[in-house]
Nanobody, 120 residues
Framework: QVQLVESGGGLVQAGGSLRLSCAAS????????MQWYRQAPGKQREWVAD???????TYSDSVKGRFTISRDNAKNTMYLQMNRLKPEDTAVYLC??????????????WGQGTQVTVSS
């Protein structure tokens, strides 16, 4: 199994910034693509951004130019730098990771989420 833990959420004013982290842990695994999603109350989960093991990134239109996804493969950690935050960015942010082991086995793991609240 691969476990993911998000951190860095909090309360911030509109126009402010936050940096989220997602750390992967386990035994004898390799992480491939990692993703950020978010889910606001009463809404479906929305894809935000992803990053491949080689560092190629993709963003949803709603966050392009404001958010930056990155990763440190040596630490098995992914980051989401969130700038110029808007109230509509308020949501629980979840990370996910596509992983493999030598067994062979593959799968996708999800973190529990971290709350981001942006006030007007």
């Amino acid at each position: 199994q691969v476990q993911l833990v998000e951190s860095g959420g909090g309360l911030v004013q509109a126009g402010g910034s936050l940096r989220l982290s997602c750390a992967a842990s386990g035994s004898n695994f390799r992480v491939n693509t990692m993703q950020w999603y978010r889910q606001a109350p009463g809404k479906q989960r929305e894809w935000v951004a992803d990053i491949t093991s080689g560092g190629m990134t993709t963003y949803s239109d709603s966050v392009k130019g404001r958010f930056t996804i990155s990763r440190d493969n040596a630490k098995n950690t992914m980051y989401l730098q969130m700038n110029r935050l808007k109230p509509e960015d308020t949501a629980v942010y979840l990370c996910s990771a596509d992983w493999m082991t030598p067994v062979p086995e593959a799968g996708r793991s999800w973190g529990q989420g971290t709350q981001v609240t942006v006030s007007s």
